[in-house]
């Protein structure tokens, strides 16, 4: 009787969902730009792109220009123009499920009235 046996214990201190840095894994991978050329260092756009949008955010309403603030409000008009508008569409499933109940409803209070004016003429009738 064979006792092989496989077990994998991962990296000590490691967390699901947290990854290394291309230091902490002591890579030295070559990383190209758009045109091809080697860059030494990984540059994490996100990250800069991220950090400025919370700078200018974090600036208060009075250190703000005029042209800052125009800018800023034009924004937020434009996006809950936006929102209202795609608010207002509604999916093909959604748009099918409401035409079957509508339906449904309709043929219920018919069938309904018939059901009702048939045991009326029944009762009529003795």
């Not at 214990?9 to 890579?27: C, D, N, Y």
């Not at 409803?105 to 003429?121: E, N, P, R, T």
Request: aromatic share 2%.
């Amino acid at each position: 009787m064979s006792t092989a046996s496989l077990s994998h214990h991962g990296i000590q201190g490691m967390r699901w969902g947290v990854r290394r840095t291309e230091a902490q894994l002591g890579a030295d991978k070559k990383i190209l730009d758009a045109s091809g050329a080697a860059v030494k260092e990984s540059k994490n756009i996100n990250t800069a792109v991220r950090g400025a949008r919370t700078t200018a955010k974090m600036k208060e309403a009075e250190s703000l220009t005029d042209q800052e603030l125009k800018d800023r409000v034009a924004r937020m008009n434009l996006e809950q123009q936006y929102s209202a508008l795609s608010a207002a569409k509604t999916s093909r499933g959604q748009a099918y499920v409401q035409n079957v109940l509508d339906v449904g409803g309709s043929v219920l209070a018919i069938a309904g009235s018939a059901a009702a004016i048939a045991l009326a003429v029944k009762q009529l009738k003795g």
